[in-house]
C-alpha cells in the first residue's frame, strides 16, 4: 500500500503518451471506438463525407416514417384505385433506405468484401427503384384514360420480376469476372460496370415514356400524379447522365485519381433517394391518403351541366291527395261569381274510390299550379301557394 502513490506516478506519464499517440492516429471528430477502416465516417476533415452521412441519414429515416404513415392509414384508403398504388410506393421506399444505406458503403475504405457488396446491390437497387417508377407509369397511364387500376400486388409482382432480371446480370457478371477470371472485386472498369448498369437505364427511360403517357389522359386527378411521376423521371434520366459522364469521362478530363470515384457514387446514391422522395413518394403519398371529394349539390344556374329532371305532377293520375303539398285553407279559393260553377264542379267531379271526388277542369283551373322557374328555384318541391292567389280566371 505505501508505493501505490509512487506506482501511479510511474504509470501517469505512460498512460498519457499512450493516449496522445492514439489520438495523433485518429482523424480529428473520431474517438477510440472507431477503427480502420470506418474512420472515414468521423473524418471531420473530409467535409463531402459528413454531408453526404447526414443526406443518408435523413433521407433514409425521412422514407421510413413516410413508409409507416402509409401503413397505419391505409385502413382509411377505400378506393380501388388508389390502394393500387401503395405496393409499388412501399417497395419504392425500401428501395430508397437501400441507396441510402449502401451510400455508406462508400464512405469506408475499400476491401475485397465490401467492393463485391458495392458492385452486387448498385444495380438492384436501383432496379428496385425504377421498377417500381415503371409499375407506377403502367397505372396512372390506364387510370387517366379512364381504365382501372391493376391491383397493387400485381403491380409489386411486376416490379419484383423486373429487379430480378438485373440481380441475375449483376451475379453473372461479379462470377464471371472474380470467381472464374480471379480479377480483385476492387479492380475493374468503368466502362464494364457502366454497361452492367445498362438495364437499369432501359428501365428508366420506359418508365419516362410511360409516364409521359400517363399525362396525356382525361381524368385530370391521375394527369396530375402523372406529372409528378414524369419530372420524378426526367430529373432521375438528367442526373444518371451526369453520373456517367463523370465517371467515364470526368476523372480523366480533371486529372482527378480513382478515389474519387467513391465520393462520386456516394453523392448519387443520395441525391437519387432525394429525387425519389420529393418528387413522387411525398405526392403519390398525399394522392392515396387524400380524402376523397364530397357530392356538391347542383347549381341549377349552371348552364354548362345538365338540367336535372324534375317529376311533373298530374291530377290525371292516381296520387293520394295528403301527399300534395297545399296549405290548408290557402290552397286555393274561388271567386263569388263563379261560386254556382266551382259548387257544380265539385258536385259532377268523378268519384275516386281511394281519394275522394277527382276534380274537374273549372276546378283545376282555380287551383295554384307553380311555373317550373319556380319549382326549380324552390329546388324541386311544389311550393304553396300564395296567401294574395285568387285563382286563375277562365275567359
Avoid at 482523424?27 to 443518408?56: K, M
Avoid at 428501395?95 to 452486387?120: K, M, N, P, T
Avoid at 446491390?121 to 409499375?135: E, R
Avoid at 405526392?283 to 329532371?309: K, V, W
Wanted: glycine share 10%.
Amino acid at each position: 500500500m505505501p508505493f501505490s502513490p509512487m506506482f501511479l506516478l510511474l504509470i501517469l506519464p505512460a498512460l498519457v503518451g499512450c493516449g496522445s499517440s492514439q489520438d495523433k492516429a485518429l482523424p480529428r471528430g473520431c474517438g477510440s471506438f472507431l477503427q480502420r477502416p470506418y474512420t472515414a465516417l468521423c473524418d471531420l476533415e473530409v467535409v463531402w463525407g459528413v454531408v453526404v452521412e447526414a443526406a443518408a441519414g435523413g433521407g433514409a429515416l425521412a422514407a421510413l416514417l413516410l413508409g409507416l404513415v402509409l401503413l397505419c392509414r391505409l385502413r382509411r384508403v377505400s378506393e380501388a384505385e388508389k390502394r393500387g398504388g401503395v405496393g409499388p410506393l412501399l417497395l419504392l421506399l425500401l428501395g430508397v433506405v437501400g441507396l441510402c444505406g449502401l451510400s455508406f458503403a462508400y464512405l469506408i475504405e475499400r476491401d475485397e468484401r465490401l467492393c463485391i457488396v458495392r458492385r452486387a446491390l448498385w444495380g438492384v437497387l436501383f432496379a428496385l427503384c425504377f421498377s417500381c417508377l415503371l409499375a407506377q407509369g403502367v397505372r396512372l397511364r390506364r387510370l387517366a384514360r379512364g381504365g382501372r387500376s391493376p391491383s397493387g400486388c400485381a403491380l409489386a409482382g411486376l416490379a419484383l420480376g423486373l429487379t430480378l432480371v438485373q440481380g441475375i446480370v449483376a451475379a453473372e457478371w461479379l462470377l464471371l469476372t472474380v470467381a472464374r477470371q480471379g480479377q480483385p472485386a476492387c479492380h475493374f472498369l468503368p466502362l464494364d460496370f457502366a454497361l452492367a448498369c445498362s438495364y437499369v437505364l432501359v428501365l428508366l427511360l420506359v418508365a419516362l415514356v410511360a409516364s409521359g403517357c400517363a399525362t396525356c389522359g382525361k381524368t385530370r386527378p391521375w394527369r396530375c400524379s402523372g406529372a409528378w411521376l414524369f419530372v420524378s423521371c426526367l430529373a432521375s434520366v438528367l442526373l444518371w447522365a451526369a453520373w456517367l459522364g463523370f465517371y467515364l469521362y470526368g476523372n480523366a478530363a480533371l486529372g482527378l485519381s480513382s478515389d474519387w470515384d467513391d465520393a462520386a457514387h456516394a453523392v448519387t446514391l443520395v441525391a437519387q433517394a432525394w429525387l425519389l422522395l420529393l418528387l413522387h413518394a411525398s405526392p403519390e403519398a398525399h394522392a392515396c391518403l387524400r380524402p376523397p371529394p364530397q357530392p356538391s349539390a347542383p347549381d341549377y344556374f349552371d348552364t354548362s351541366q345538365a338540367p336535372p329532371r324534375l317529376r311533373e305532377a298530374s291530377f290525371d293520375e292516381d296520387i293520394p291527395l295528403s301527399h300534395r303539398q297545399f296549405v290548408e285553407n290557402q290552397a286555393f279559393s274561388f271567386d263569388d261569381s263563379n261560386a254556382g260553377d266551382a259548387a257544380a264542379a265539385r258536385s259532377g267531379g268523378q268519384r275516386n274510390g281511394s281519394t275522394g271526388t277527382r276534380p274537374s277542369a273549372p276546378f283545376r283551373s282555380n287551383v295554384y299550379q307553380p311555373t317550373e322557374m319556380t319549382m326549380i328555384l324552390n329546388g324541386g318541391a311544389v311550393p304553396s301557394a300564395p296567401p294574395t292567389y285568387t285563382g286563375r280566371q277562365l275567359w
